[in-house]
T-cell receptor, first 111, second 114 residues
């Protein structure tokens, strides 16, 4: 069945280091979304990518959508303690309007 | 303020008891969703509804039931048939016709079965 995979599952960095999480889909996606969930919180939408090869930036966060629209990445430059949380990628399910989520990458940052 | 309200935030129940989790939204969204979150498992879809009086099973619907009698409300019942109900339950909604556009999540309900 349809799958969305993320690596790594966990990442610990020192404050100021960069961080990247990768997302791979078993199917071509019309769009991909990224969410952040702070510890004890709920997922919050970060961004949506639609076009093949698209790159979007939000301050220190850079999001990419692969040329084949089957993979994506999130890169954080110079991490801060406020970046702590779990980052999920999600794409449309093959039927209906729900999203299928990856298992997430949990980022911890030490100062 | 517009948003999604889930209640209760925490719930403890004994084995064999049915429990109902509430989800209400005032965003005027047509589509609503229930996801279950377990540590290291991401979000797994339980049920979703694209319009009032209609709902569809997701990937892990066994042991759960839902209703969608009003646009604003999408309650989830965790029945005694659900073998491992202890989890964090998240309700979400999305606007009309959306195969694009963000999901808005409630703050979640954490269910512990003793």
């Amino acid at each position: 069945g349809q799958q969305v995979m993320q690596i790594p599952q966990y990442q610990h960095v020192q404050e100021g280091e960069d961080f990247t999480t990768y997302c791979n889909s078993s199917t071509t996606l019309s769009n991909i979304q990224w969410y952040k969930q702070r510890p004890g919180g709920h997922p919050v939408f970060l961004i949506q990518l639609v076009k093949s090869g698209e790159v979007k930036k939000q301050k220190r966060l850079t999001f990419q959508f692969g040329e084949a629209k089957k993979n994506s990445s999130l890169h954080i430059t110079a991490t801060q303690t406020t970046d702590v949380g779990t980052y999920f990628c999600a794409g449309p399910r093959q039927a209906g309007t729900a999203l299928i989520f990856g298992k997430g990458t949990t980022l911890s940052v030490s100062s | 303020d517009g948003g999604i309200t889930q209640s209760p935030k925490y719930l403890f129940r004994k084995e064999g008891q049915n429990v109902t989790l509430s989800c209400e939204q005032n965003l005027n969204h047509d589509a609503m969703y229930w996801y279950r979150q377990d540590p290291g498992q991401g979000l797994r879809l339980i049920y979703y509804s694209q319009i009032v009086n209609d709902f569809q099973k997701g990937d892990i619907a066994e042991g759960y039931s839902v209703s969608r009698e009003k646009k604003e409300s999408f309650p989830l019942t965790v029945t005694s048939a659900q073998k491992n109900p202890t989890a964090f339950y998240l309700c979400a909604s999305r606007g009309r016709g959306a195969n694009t556009g963000e999901l808005f999540f409630g703050e979640g309900s954490r269910l512990t079965v003793l």
